[in-house]
């Protein structure tokens, strides 16, 4: 049976909507679509950028430097496990030591940050000390362990000289209750910590050969290595992967779902720009991020807010264009600091999901957040959606807005209050396992707690 190629426009479309993954791979396979390959918009649903790895879709692209030891080496588990994950996501020197992050910037790349400070150094006098401190307090404990000796009584009968032994006796009664192979493994890891520094003073060569590994995984699928000879650095070999997967395209690359990257420096070809839908885990950050972002994004379906990961950024900092306008909010705070509520009170958006907070909101700070919205007569469809730990909780809530509020009728677990021009309040609550939200129920919540403003039929 004769087989016809595909046309021109034909394999344009063909292209428009092939998974994206699998146009990067035939691109690259067939050298006489690549052209035409550049010219179609790549659709993306999910999408991640780091400092080593960019993440498409399920599939996922890692740059690392492996380490090659000789057979007769004691590797530690950790180490190992780095290893087969595709190495350190960093560049290793002559001795082993971690080099300095490089901050060098090429066309195409985005600094995320100030690059100012001094880049960390992993080889300093102080850091041995460290280690070496480390080391001392792993094998006491190992020792006391070994003993079958009473470790909390012997280690009060240490002597407590100085603010250093009392740091280290009082890590030794943590490290009491690790169990032996836990301990061996970190006496076994902090010693090969400690290796550079020995190679360093005897002008030695580690017993292993470094190479840039590229790992590239796949669900359903299996894993494919390529390694090369470690003649290049690792900044420069994200930048030459990235520049396969998005060098040379002639449009905007369409991302439904884009993850906030958590690097210093993104090494992109030049023109990268993407056009979004949603914005996951926003932060201070954001603005480095928008020579790359399409005008066209704007306004976002959807942003998450992550400030787990950031304890010094503040309210005003959430005060973001892309936040604020944005048709649903979700947030997932893990500071400790206080203004949440506050800040909830101060933006526009039509729908907001508090997946997480570390703190636990009262019936009393719900009750002031309902009371805003009709002193601020909040527009038809607004939804606010809170996971509630105890039910007490909503039911407080419930009462204090059927006591305290005029024109309201209360059920079971709802509430509704007349706002005025055919627009009620309603505030009710359900089980959160049987919610449709999965992040309220994945991260243990029993109710789920709405607000919204309605029109009346």
Sequence with gaps: ??????????????????????????????????????????????LTLCSTGTYINSTNYYAGVYRDFQPDQIIPKSVQNTNDRGGVPYDLDQYGFPAPESYILEAGDVPLKELNDEPFRHDTDEIEEREKRFLRNYETALALKNNSMDTEAT?????????????????????????????????????????????????????????????????????????????????????????????????VIQVRYFKMPWCSILRLPVGFKIRMDSFYEISSRYNAMLPIIDSSSFPLDEVTISVIFEANIGVNDLHLPAIISAKLLKIEDGSDQPGLLPFL????????????????????????????????????????????WKEETARELLKMIRTRMENTKRTKRRVTVCMGHSNRLEVYYVPAKTHSNH??????????????????R
């Design 1 to 46: 049976m004769k087989t016809q190629p595909l046309r021109y426009q034909s394999l344009k479309v063909v292209l428009l909507y092939m998974e994206a993954n699998v146009r990067i791979k035939i691109s690259q396979r067939l050298p006489t679509i690549s052209s035409i390959e550049k010219l179609v918009p790549l659709r993306i649903r999910y």
């Design 155 to 251: 280690v009060e009968e240490l002597p407590e000289n100085n603010n250093q032994d009392i740091a280290n006796n009082a890590m030794i009664r943590r490290l009491s209750n690790y169990s032996v192979e836990s301990l061996n493994e970190l006496i076994l890891l902090t010693r090969h910590a400690l290796l550079p520094f020995h190679y360093r003073r005897h002008n030695l060569t580690p017993p292993y050969t470094c190479y840039m590994q590229l790992t590239v995984t796949s669900k359903g699928t299996k894993k494919q290595i390529q390694r090369y000879i470690y003649t290049k650095r690792l900044h420069e070999a994200a930048k030459q992967l990235n520049t396969i997967l998005f060098g040379g395209r002639q449009c």
């Design 345 to 388: 009170n101060t933006v526009s958006n039509q729908t907001v999901i508090l997946i997480y907070s570390i703190i636990t909101f009262q019936a009393d700070d719900y009750f002031a957040f309902a009371q805003s919205w009709l002193n601020n007569n909040r527009p038809v469809g607004t939804c606010y959606l809170f996971g509630i």
């Design 439 to 456: 992040e309220l129920r994945r991260n243990g919540y029993e109710w789920v707690l709405t607000m919204r403003v309605v029109r009346v």
